[in-house]
T-cell receptor
Framework: NAGVTQTPKFRVLKTGQSMTLLCAQD?????MYWYRQDPGMGLRLIHY???????AKGEVPDGYNVSRLKKQNFLLGLESAAPSQTSVYFC?????????????FGQGTRLTVV | RKEVEQDPGPFNVPEGATVAFNCTYS??????FFWYRQDCRKEPKLLMS???SGNEDGRFTAQLNRASQYISLLIRDSKLSDSATYLC?????????FGAGTTVTGRA
């Protein structure tokens, strides 16, 4: 019963390096999201997708890109990592077909940029 | 102004006590409301949805006041296992807005 799976779970990058975080969900959800969580800030939306092949910017999109080529996968790319991108990243998915939509989260990726 | 605001706490709660805390939201067009629980270094998980009429789930009671734009969570007969951060979440369509969380720390 996988739900939402994120890889990797931990990563240390040097400033300027690039990487891709993978999110996979097996619940056939239409909506997928990438958030970052920093102390005292709550979860902030980076990018989101309302369906396969579509993506859109959230509150804090700068420095990140995303792709959703398959419905079950949502990739988050960091083109040139900066120390300000040190954070915990959560992927989530939800189904818009219900009145009260529960979002399911992956276990998070702890990223440190040095 | 943040879209969802919460008292960060911490609330230090003796076992068996009752604790309550609120969050306020700024967008009157918000449609759905939730409390999520987040344990240390874990992902958020849905605790309960919040309905206009109020709702209970065991020891947890949630209330929504649309006129004043606040949501409350009450925990009765607190357990040490209730120690966590409680996130207030409001949604409008696809958009979920999270509060920064209220930390509850149980004590024996």
């Amino acid at each position: 019963n996988a739900g939402v799976t994120q890889t990797p779970k931990f990563r240390v990058l040097k400033t300027g390096q690039s990487m891709t975080l993978l999110c996979a969900q097996d619940m056939n959800h239409e909506y997928m999201y990438w958030y970052r969580q920093d102390p005292g800030m709550g979860l902030r939306l980076i990018h989101y997708s309302v369906g396969e092949g579509t993506t859109a910017k959230g509150e804090v999109p700068d420095g990140y890109n995303v792709s959703r080529l398959k419905k079950q996968n949502f990739l988050l790319g960091l083109e040139s990592a900066a120390p300000s991108q040190t954070s915990v990243y959560f992927c989530a998915s939800s189904d818009p077909g219900q009145d009260y939509t529960e979002a399911f989260f992956g276990q998070g990726t702890r990223l440190t940029v040095v | 102004r943040k879209e969802v605001e919460q008292d960060p706490g911490p609330f230090n709660v003796p076992e068996g006590a009752t604790v309550a805390f609120n969050c306020t939201y700024s967008n009157s067009a918000s449609q759905s409301f939730f409390w999520y629980r987040q344990d240390c270094r874990k992902e958020p998980k849905l605790l309960m949805s919040v309905y206009s009429s109020g709702n209970e789930d065991g020891r947890f009671t949630a209330q929504l006041n649309r006129a004043s734009q606040y949501i409350s969570l009450l925990i009765r007969d607190s357990k040490l296992s209730d120690s966590a951060t409680y996130l207030c979440v409001v949604s409008r369509g696809y958009k979920l807005s999270f509060g920064a969380g209220t930390t509850v720390t149980g004590r024996a």
